[in-house]
């Protein structure tokens, strides 16, 4: 893997500037809940402030456009400081997202039991709200974060019947309330659990483990105990699918309390989700919009979809540079989920990077005190490989990597780098072997390890500094070298075949070698050769040569013997592969180097089938093949066009006036979808066939969309938060939800997955229409396998924490 640790996350992050024009005007909105008086919120923007107005609007103008952190500071808030992203054109102007802030006051009082002194540890709390206070031995105390307003705050003690407490709260000030005194329970408290999306809640059968004592829920959701010895139990809540265990439920005299940390409360209504909970954590990965920063996803299911692996509780920070975001350092609490809902293991704190082994039994870590380990995903125990292996550095630009590590794909051995020297050692442990200086700073074949082991595990390519590409065989400790320097190379998926790339950039020659039982064999194909591209399945080569005039050619291995693929033109630049590797993309020039040909060409019979696809001026990109190989689509200026593979039907699909922000060819191979700006003010989704017929534009003012495993619909997203559903032809456009704020297509298209505006989400199947409610308080929903949903749920009330952390659902 290759984490990054960056440097201290400024306050104000510009994540990407361009140009320099016209002032942009950037507008938003704050309010603050319950108040009639928005003004005087402190709004930043890089570098810029302004205050909000009464009616909560702020403005900036800023020079230039780009991915921007707008953030909010107030005092006497709940959140005193959030941050919000906005994206801003280079000209025009954009509109931040709203922000919603929570005004607290502070309340001030006395509760006691009916006694001068021995009133400590009565607890204080406004419902609905995280505020808790105890109080001192006299029963004072002082309730911070209460959220303004008229409130009704409640004083509980175990055995204690709870007394409410009349207060009116004002933003930032402190209000007095009136003394109370508690009074004995002597009544059984009765408790509630609903099912989410349920219109009916009896059934709900309630057990307290290791005891005999159950109960079933009525209509509303409510239940009690009768004859509980005070004492601390799990209690077990199961309704048909829905399942909960609260743990370390404590009840006195009667009464069920939970612990929010400081003290005890009485415990509040449940909510059960549709979803299985996998482990409980605080916080799950890092803040969704932060994500894309970091150099691994921080939840990960492992190859045989036996165990989820996260880190929980996670620090993070940001590094920019002159504004500009760098990337993302973080450190958390690696923990391992059984898929299955078997035991969950917290494997280790301080973990700044982890991977899966191939084989799904292990997952490889470094921690912050630069040690490499390896967890048992069977037992949670984790044992130590190696030290010194990670070095946290606060300042590393362009993605340099601090630590490579990588196992066999029996997970039996493991390499990794360490001060430029790569090590091999058994993943049970014992001494590590030095193969030899490294290079840490490449990247081998687009791989994160520092190292490609074979098939079987005995043996790896590795890059060995001045020494070019060297094979270790880990039976008997030799090593050869293959090349004498490198520039690059790839290893065939089935790990059997190096295609290397050795020598300057003018006298590169490029070899093959290829594993054998008896060895390896190494053979020069061709000198001077600039780059080469290989196949998805490993199948075939295209290298181009340096020399005047540039040629491309062909390899399949394992042959060496290549095979022209152009003679009248310079190959200008290697493109692409069609998705079966049997098809390429070839751009050639004019010897007056003012012409330029795009070609494909039938890799199966070069020498007869090779079509020209295009002519012109200008360099053609956003190349894309169709997934049957028929059609290529590419974009000139702000123009697509689309062509048969063999050079037949040669159009203009449609003319953009600004971005171009996703696009999707149709299973059915027979039109593109076009998620483009149709005008200067409108973001449009189009259909465009690829033979006859005209585009037509399926909606306006689109922020996602997704297309249907047989074509036969599309799901949208507009920017008014509705999901809608229409035919790739256009015509009935179907509402599916509103308030919307995310959505993905099962692999099967078969449902839809959404989390709207509230944080709940729902799974809608397509067929029938039918919606079940999966869970609320969701900050991330995503597709494990077709039939299940991971689910990361957090922001409770304090008693309730460990509902947060992963769920699943199986979804049909």
């Not at 402030?49 to 707008?70: C, H, I, M, P």
């Not at 001192?136 to 959220?147: A, E, I, Q, T, W």
């Not at 989820?308 to 620090?315: A, E, I, Q, R, V």
């Not at 249907?708 to 035919?727: F, M």
């Amino acid at each position: 893997m290759r984490p990054v640790w960056l440097g201290a996350c400024l306050a104000v992050l510009v994540v990407a500037c361009s140009g320099q024009g016209a002032a942009v005007q950037v507008t938003g909105k704050v309010v603050l809940d319950g108040e009639a008086d928005h003004s005087g919120v402190l709004v930043t923007l890089a570098g810029r402030s302004a205050l909000t107005d009464k009616q909560g609007a702020w403005r900036v103008e800023l020079l230039s456009g780009g991915s921007y952190v707008v953030q909010v500071s107030a005092s006497g808030t709940l959140e005193g400081t959030l941050a919000v992203q906005v994206e801003v054109p280079d000209e025009g102007s954009a509109s931040a997202p709203e922000v919603k802030l929570t005004p607290v006051g502070e309340v001030e009082g006395q509760a006691t039991l009916g006694v001068t002194t021995g009133n400590a540890g009565i607890t204080v709390m406004a419902p609905g709200s995280s505020a808790v206070a105890v109080t001192d031995d006299s029963g004072h105390y002082v309730l911070r974060g209460v959220p303004t307003g008229s409130r009704t705050l409640e004083a509980v003690a175990p055995g204690y019947a709870r007394a409410p407490i009349q207060v009116q709260v004002g933003r930032a000030a402190r209000a007095s309330a009136a003394p109370v005194v508690l009074t004995r329970a002597r009544s059984i408290q009765p408790l509630s659990a609903t099912l989410l999306g349920a219109s009916g809640h009896a059934g709900i059968v309630a057990t307290l483990q290791g005891t005999e004592l159950t109960a079933t829920s009525a209509a509303d959701g409510s239940f009690s105990f009768n004859g509980v010895p005070d004492g601390i139990y799990s209690l077990s809540l199961r309704g048909g699918a829905y399942e909960e265990v609260v743990p370390s439920v404590v009840f006195l005299q009667g009464t069920a309390y939970l612990s929010n940390g400081v003290g005890l409360v009485p415990m509040p209504p449940l909510k059960l989700a549709l979803a299985k909970r996998l482990a409980s954590a605080t916080r799950v990965g890092l803040p969704q919009a932060w994500e894309s920063w970091a150099s691994q996803p921080l939840i990960q299911r492992t190859a045989a979809g036996g165990h989820f692996l996260f880190l929980s509780d996670t620090f993070y920070q940001l590094l920019s540079d002159s504004g500009s975001v760098r990337g993302v350092s973080f450190e958390g609490t690696l923990m391992a989920a059984s898929s299955t809902g078997g035991p969950a293991f917290v494997m280790e704190p301080s973990v700044t990077s982890f991977a899966p082994t191939a084989d799904g039994t292990h997952v490889l870590f470094t921690r912050g005190d630069g040690s490499l380990l390896s967890g048992d995903l069977a037992t949670g125990e984790s044992l130590p490989l190696a030290a010194g292996v990670y070095t946290p550095s606060p300042y590393i630009y362009g993605g340099s990597p601090t630590s490579q590590y990588g196992a066999s794909p029996d997970g039996s051995k493991v390499a990794y780098l360490k001060e430029g020297v790569l090590f091999v050692v058994s993943s049970s442990g014992g001494a590590s072997t030095a193969l030899g200086s490294s290079n840490s700073n490449s990247y081998y074949s687009g791989r994160s390890e520092p190292a490609v082991f074979s098939a079987d595990g005995n043996r790896l390519f590795y890059y060995a500094s001045n020494a070019g590409l060297s094979l270790a065989d880990l039976r008997n400790g030799s090593s050869q070298s293959l090349t004498a320097s490198l520039s690059s190379y790839r290893v065939t998926p089935d790990r059997s075949i190096a295609v290397t790339l050795s020598g300057s950039k003018d006298t590169n020659t490029l070899f093959v070698s290829r594993l054998t039982a008896g060895g390896v064999t190494t053979s020069a194909v061709e000198a001077s050769v600039s780059e080469f591209m290989m196949s998805p399945d490993g199948a075939r080569v295209v290298y181009r040569t340096s020399a005047a005039p540039s040629l491309a050619r062909l390899l399949t291995l394992p042959s060496t013997t290549p095979v022209p693929l152009n003679t009248t033109y310079s190959a200008y630049d290697l493109l692409q592969f069609s998705q079966d590797g049997r098809q390429f993309l070839l751009l050639d020039r004019d010897s007056a180097g003012t012409t330029y040909t795009l070609f494909n060409i039938d890799l199966t019979t070069p020498s007869t089938g090779k079509w020209p696809l295009w002519s012109g001026s200008s360099v053609p990109y956003s190349l894309q093949y169709s997934s049957n190989g028929a059609w290529v689509v590419f974009s000139l200026g702000s123009t697509y066009y689309s062509v048969g593979a063999k050079g037949t039907g040669l159009r203009s699909l449609a003319t953009t006036s600004g971005s171009v922000y996703k696009t999707a060819i149709a299973p059915t191979n027979d039109r593109i979808f076009l998620l483009a700006d149709v005008t200067a003010a409108s973001r449009g989704l189009l259909s465009v066939p690829f033979g006859a017929g005209s585009a037509v534009t399926l909606a306006s003012g689109v922020s996602d969309f997704g297309v249907l495993w047989d074509g036969s619909r599309i799901v949208y997203l507009n920017g008014q938060g509705a999901l809608r559903a229409v035919a790739p032809v256009g015509g009935t456009d179907t509402l599916l939800a509103e308030s919307v704020r995310s959505f993905s297509l099962s692999p099967d298209s078969a449902w839809v997955l959404y989390t709207d505006a509230g944080a709940v989400a729902r799974a809608m199947n397509l067929g029938t229409g039918e919606v079940r409610v999966l869970s609320d308080r969701v900050s991330r929903a995503f597709w494990s396998t077709s039939g299940q949903v991971a689910l990361v749920r957090e922001g409770s009330l304090a008693p309730l924490s460990f509902q947060d952390g992963l769920y699943l659902i199986n979804v049909p």
